[in-house]
């Protein structure tokens, strides 16, 4: 089959390129060409450097492709989607929209969710609510299409970059910034005492149910969610990284409400989200893909990202100013060395809070202006 990825490098989706391309097909990427994802590039596959925003451009760059699967990780909200849409036109059999398993509603929070019966839409966190009304676009534009379309909701995954913990730098690039604190013996923010049961999914086995779904009679106009059955906490994730390094954490557990005044951007993802109970009814995937289990467990996984890290040290990179709010929130202000003035700059701004709203606020804006 012939592939096309929009996006392919990043964290979610560079395992499934390799895994499609392991599996024999033929694999497309349409990326910008990330300095910091080149190591992720697979030699078999077939590059399309471009920017998905620029419209044109991806038309003219595919006008004499055809591919039997679109899988699409770079669609945000409704209007993406429509350029997207219009971008692939006439050139694919299914198409494959990576939503996201926050677009469900449950009524209480021990159930399992499933995608028969649990509702959707969630209101509380603007990413999750984007990409449910995206879903239910896609089901009326497909309603009288000869091509398909596949929904598929990954919720937490992790791989060789990514710290699977909410309390990260925004910035994904960043997340090493967590590490640093756990070697640097920095209390860490934590919510609920870390109890909240969860489910994390490493990204080769999330791969696995995504590829199994190409061509999929079952999977077409259908959705699934692609999840572990490993039931873990939040404070696994850090109590894993510790052990490695042989060290101690000290935790700071504040209420969710408190987290949200003191670091604003936390407010929605964890109400919305990683402050409940997620636990997945994995049935519906394993029907439809026999092959997809997930071997991965969590603390073998945390490990290989680590390692990862420490023997690439050009991934370590630090959010100062996250950190600085860090020491602030968590009242441990110990020694820090700096490897720069602008790094000192920027943890000052963290760690004063009248400097922190300020900076947070006018951030706020920008993006307000930018819409």
């Not at 791989?159 to 640097?184: C, G, H, Q, V």
């Not at 909240?196 to 999929?216: E, H, I, M, P, W």
């Not at 490990?303 to 860090?326: A, P, S």
């Not at 602008?342 to 307000?368: M, P």
Request: charged content about 35%.
């Amino acid at each position: 089959m012939k592939i096309l990825f929009i996006g392919g490098t990043g964290r979610l989706s560079s395992d499934i390129a390799k895994e499609s391309v392991d599996c024999g097909n033929e694999v497309y990427l349409i990326t910008r060409g990330s300095p910091n994802r080149k190591k992720f590039v697979d030699k078999r596959y077939n590059m399309i450097y471009a920017n998905i925003k620029n419209k044109e451009e991806i038309k003219e760059k595919i006008k004499d492709l055809k591919f039997d699967v679109v899988i699409d990780f770079l669609t945000y909200n409704l209007n993406e989607l429509k350029r997207t849409l219009d971008i692939i036109e006439e050139h694919y059999k299914q198409y494959i929209f990576i939503s996201t398993a926050t677009v469900y509603h449950k009524m209480t929070d021990d159930e399992i969710i499933s995608e028969e019966k649990t509702k959707l839409g969630n209101e509380l966190w603007d990413y999750a609510q984007n990409k449910y009304i995206c879903e239910k676009y896609l089901n009326e534009f497909f309603s009288n299409k000869k091509e398909k379309f596949t929904i598929v909701r990954p919720y937490v995954t992790y791989n060789k970059t990514r710290i699977p913990y909410p309390l990260a730098p925004s910035k994904s690039t960043l997340e090493y910034s967590i590490i640093k604190r756990i070697k640097d013996n920095k209390k860490v923010l934590i919510f609920n005492n870390g109890k909240t049961r969860t489910t994390l999914t490493n990204t080769k086995d999330f791969a696995k149910g995504v590829v199994g779904l190409y061509l999929n009679k079952d999977a077409f106009n259908n959705d699934f969610h692609i999840t572990s059955d490993e039931e873990v906490t939040w404070k696994d994730v850090i109590d894993y990284i510790a052990d490695y390094y042989k060290l101690k954490v000290e935790f700071k557990n504040l209420s969710v409400s408190q987290i949200s005044k003191k670091y604003p951007a936390y407010k929605q993802i964890l109400e919305g989200d990683k402050a409940n109970k997620m636990i997945f009814d994995s049935s519906k995937i394993k029907r439809v893909v026999p092959r997809f289990d997930c071997k991965v467990k969590l603390k073998d996984g945390i490990y290989e990202t680590l390692d990862f890290y420490e023997k690439n040290k050009e991934f370590q990179l630090v959010d100062y100013i996250w950190y600085g709010r860090m020491d602030k929130i968590c009242k441990d202000r110990k020694e820090n060395s700096f490897p720069s003035k602008k790094s000192e700059i920027l943890y000052n701004i963290g760690y004063y809070t009248i400097l922190y709203y300020l900076y947070y606020y006018l951030k706020k804006i920008k993006s307000l202006v930018r819409k």
